[in-house]
């Protein structure tokens, strides 16, 4: 008979769509071996480097699926012989930590080679199916966002994790909300358990993601040592170590999700037509009109943004409050309009013809103001309203909060009262745990101190608002944020890895 604690974590777990431990059999080891690993060769430009693959590792002690729940550690073999790469050393080296999470669909771990023609390894390998990350995701072609992260002495582990369709044998969900995040913090878990056992410095871990692999980006650095992740990870048979990270590298996470549809109708109420594309949208269309119906949930959305951004009393580094009038201007929209300027003038400044956009202003080789109306019918409306809890169902977010035998849910309020199909609230809790904003300098949990944030001017998977949102809140709880908006860049990411690596450098010699 098992034992109770044991039951009772099982339990819990199935009560959040995460299959009980006593279902799987086999108990893996925890202990890193060293021993057990391929010799691989890497190439960046023109110069061949060659590392220790140890790939497939199972991370936890009582997996629920091994297709994902596995960890690639790759290590620059210099390591092994006592050199120093990039001015690290076995000991010293920083622990790279990308994922592939897109959509919220389950991802295996990146690879350092055999990368399928055209498409970067690292970030760039995106998960089959509906809700795969977007085409060009992982940057530019070439050598993949490990390879070259291994060519500046990083450590790079990459994690797998279940996504919103995963299933176990008996047709129950497994890998709904909060399953993957779980994931990752089991393998972040193993790593700081086996420290003193694998090259690398467990405390220098820089985790990496793009789209919903942002925000899972952005949850391991908001959520470290939670509590409230604790029974999940006790299921799994985690590691018994921490989950906290040194540092967050986030593109364009799609996070804040239920405040994530008023965000959106704050940006794009009055663009009544709408282009779909991306992972969520399926295919390319031109103009379609919004429905009347969609045209007024937009307007009762937009009204509901303001007291959500006024709700969180945020202000900016020289103490101005940020706020929004029941008309949705105010400081706030001036602020996030600050960021697109800021963009535009790195853009000019690095010799970009911008005399094409009448609703920017400048002089004298200044970027002085924005008409924002007008840019925001510039950027093109890509989702109908509500953006993510979709009335009929339809997102990857109501899948995501479905639990171990219901599919789909809403959840938030609003899309649960306005529902056009039967259809249950998923537990708020469940909500909460994929929303960093909850979590950002919260008792019992070590936040990351290094923030860097990328949300391109042209992405309309998400609001402009939601990045702004997570780098003021983390800056007004003192942690350190590089946010920048790249000029005219859609929904992507690992597209600026020299200043990415750049950056990881000035944090970690």
């Not at 060293?34 to 110069?47: A, L, P, V, W």
């Not at 924005?370 to 009335?391: G, H, I, N, S």
Request: aromatic letters at 10%; a neutral charge.
């Amino acid at each position: 008979m098992k034992p109770m604690h044991v039951l009772f974590a099982g339990l819990f777990a199935l009560s959040a769509g995460i299959t009980p431990l006593f279902a799987q059999q086999k108990n893996y080891s925890l202990d890193f071996k060293g021993d057990k690993y391929e010799t691989q060769t890497i190439s960046i430009n023109g110069t061949d480097h060659k590392i220790r693959a140890f790939e497939r590792i199972v991370y936890v002690r009582n997996p629920v699926d091994t297709t994902f729940q596995i960890l690639n550690i790759y290590v620059p073999e210099g390591y092994f012989n006592g050199e120093t790469i990039n001015g690290y050393t076995a000991r010293t080296a920083p622990i790279f930590f990308p994922n592939r999470v897109g959509g919220y669909m389950a991802a295996q771990p990146a690879t350092a080679t055999n990368t399928p023609a055209g498409r970067p390894g690292g970030n760039g390998m995106p998960p089959q199916g509906p809700g795969g990350p977007p085409n060009g995701m992982g940057g530019n072609r070439g050598p993949s966002t490990v390879a070259l992260a291994l060519s500046k002495g990083y450590v790079v582990a990459s994690a797998g994790a279940r996504g919103r369709m995963t299933k176990d044998a008996q047709g129950i969900y497994t890998g709904k909300s909060p399953a993957a995040l779980v994931d990752l913090k089991a393998a972040i878990r193993y790593l700081k358990y086996n420290d003193k056992a694998m090259p690398g410095d467990a405390n220098k871990i820089i985790s990496n993601g793009t789209s919903a692999g942002g925000a899972m980006s952005s949850l391991l650095g908001a959520t470290g040592n939670n509590n409230d992740y604790e029974p999940y990870l006790n299921a799994l048979g985690a590691a018994p170590a921490k989950d906290d990270i040194f540092a967050v590298s986030a593109y364009c996470p799609i996070i804040n999700l239920e405040n994530a549809d008023a965000a959106y109708e704050w940006q794009f109420n009055g663009v009544n037509t709408y282009r779909r594309g991306g992972p969520m949208q399926g295919s390319n269309t031109a103009g379609t009109d919004l429905t009347p119906e969609q045209i007024s949930v937009s307007a009762q959305l937009k009204a509901l943004f303001p007291a959500y951004l006024n709700s969180l009393n945020l202000k900016t580094p020289n103490g101005q409050r940020l706020s929004l009038d029941n008309n949705g201007n105010g400081s706030f929209k001036e602020y996030v309009k600050a960021y697109v300027i800021a963009s535009a003038q790195k853009a000019l400044d690095s010799g970009k013809d911008l005399s094409v956009h009448s609703w920017l202003t400048s002089s004298g080789g200044k970027v002085t103001g924005l008409d924002f109306d007008a840019f925001v019918r510039y950027q093109e409306r890509m989702k109908t309203p509500p953006a993510f809890d979709a009335l009929d169902l339809t997102s990857p977010e109501n899948q995501e909060f479905g639990t171990a035998t219901i599919d789909k849910q809403h959840f938030t309020a609003f899309s649960a009262s306005h529902s056009t199909v039967q259809a249950p609230r998923a537990d708020e809790q469940f909500v909460r745990m994929l929303n960093p904003m909850y979590y950002i300098g919260a008792a019992g949990t070590q936040t990351a101190k290094h923030w860097r944030i990328r949300h391109g001017s042209k992405d309309k998977d998400t609001s402009l608002a939601i990045p702004v949102l997570l780098a003021t809140a983390l800056q007004n709880k003192g942690y350190s944020v590089n946010l920048e908006l790249p000029w005219d860049r859609p929904h992507s990411g690992d597209y600026d890895l020299d200043e990415l690596f750049q950056w990881v450098d000035q944090l970690c010699k």
